[in-house]
């Protein structure tokens, strides 16, 4: 990695305050994409996998609808248009650069394309998947990965699925040494179902941080126990006055889970209380393994990197959303939880999205 960001100290020492939650702490990595032009030989979002060329490239088997709701695009359309938008300028259609001339080529052809089929096209079945996310070992040591694997790949079909209308995902582990040539250029699904199923490619800046639980994943007791406005000044908090009356808001907002994406740690909730998954093979209460987040900081800038504070706290009418890097949006501008099971990360993993 060749940057890196850094978390502001949080306003509260949590576990100086609360010692009850200090059983709790678990390790977590802030992976905090930011865009770049990864190769296949780096940890991305959205970015070239280390592929074997002879080994097949995921297809989504299940049936996709296409009834044309007029936002679908394909992922070369959604690049483009984002490219022109961070870009803008009034001379860019005369300043192109040959890569981004051979973008407009290859989107005008998939236009003519889609115009000669007729609307809806056809459905296209099996359908390639998008790459999401490439993490190597030695960039994210917090990964247990099964037997010599080192590197992670996780990829989506771009389109919803029912019943829970979120993309399709699979994971694949791999040892980066035993892979021979690399697929130069892997299938593309003609398109996705919406921008923020296609990722925008983005270096990774990993940082090692300690969470805590979202507060509907503790206890009553402890709940209760945040509820304590006495408790709090006790413990010397200097908390806003804004939030004597829901402490336990100031927790969830500042101490607790961070934004954004991430591995490990604890999930976070809102969208439902919490929901115990458990492994299909051998029951055991399933971990989370990857936070795939709709944004890296949301309101509360207490979460955005030192070194991004400046960047966040100015004028992006533009050009890109700092806190919205990777260009994914998933559910209601969710997170989607990747899930693994602890006793055997080969075993089949799970999603959900909150």
């Known amino acids: 990695m060749n940057f890196v960001r850094t978390t502001p100290p949080r306003p509260v020492e949590v576990a100086a305050v609360f ?4 059983p709790l702490a678990r390790p977590a990595m802030r992976l905090h994409p930011r865009p770049g032009a990864p190769s296949v ?5 959205g970015g070239p996998l280390l592929w074997p060329v002879g080994e ?3 297809h989504c088997e299940d049936a ?7 936002f679908r695009q394909s992922p070369n359309e959604v690049r483009l248009e984002r490219l022109l938008q961070y870009r803008w300028r009034p001379d860019l259609e005369s300043t192109l650069t040959p890569e981004e001339e051979a973008l407009k080529e290859h989107n005008a052809a998939w236009l003519a394309e889609r115009l000669e089929a007729g609307s809806p096209r056809p459905a296209e079945c099996p359908v390639p998947m998008l790459p999401v996310a490439q993490l190597f070992l030695r960039d994210v040591p917090l990964m247990r ?8 790949q996780i990829l989506w079909c771009p389109y919803e699925h029912d019943p829970d209308y979120k993309p399709a995902t699979a994971l694949f582990w791999r040892s980066a040494a035993e892979v021979g040539d690399v697929l130069a250029t892997p299938p593309e ?4 179902d919406y921008p923020g199923y296609v990722p925008e490619p983005c270096l990774l800046a990993p940082e090692a941080i300690t969470e805590y639980p979202d507060s509907l994943d503790l206890s009553p007791e402890l709940q209760e126990m945040l509820e304590d406005w006495n408790r709090w000044q006790a413990g010397g908090a200097d908390l806003a006055s804004s939030y004597a ?9 500042h101490l607790g889970n961070a934004p954004g994406w991430k591995v490990g740690g604890w999930p976070p909730w809102g969208r439902t209380d919490p929901i115990p998954r458990y492994c299909a093979v051998c029951e055991a209460l399933m971990v989370p393994l990857l936070t795939i987040a ?7 800038e207490a979460w955005v990197p030192q070194e991004d504070q400046a960047k966040a706290a100015g004028s992006y009418s533009a050009g890109q959303n700092p806190s919205q890097p990777t260009g994914v949006e998933v559910g209601s501008t969710d997170n989607m939880q990747i899930y693994v099971c602890p006793a055997s990360p080969e075993h089949p993993h799970t999603d959900l999205i909150q």
């Open 189 to 192: 699904p003609y398109e996705a």
């Open 19 to 22: 010692p009850e939650l200090a």
């Open 245 to 253: 009356a829901y402490p336990r808001d100031f927790y969830s907002i």
């Open 64 to 70: 996709h609808l296409h009834v044309d709701t007029g």
């Open 145 to 152: 990965p099964p037997g010599q694997a080192d590197l992670l």
């Open 294 to 300: 709709s944004w890296e900081w949301d309101g509360d």
């Open 56 to 58: 097949p490239w995921p």
């Open 41 to 45: 030989g780096d940890s991305s979002v």
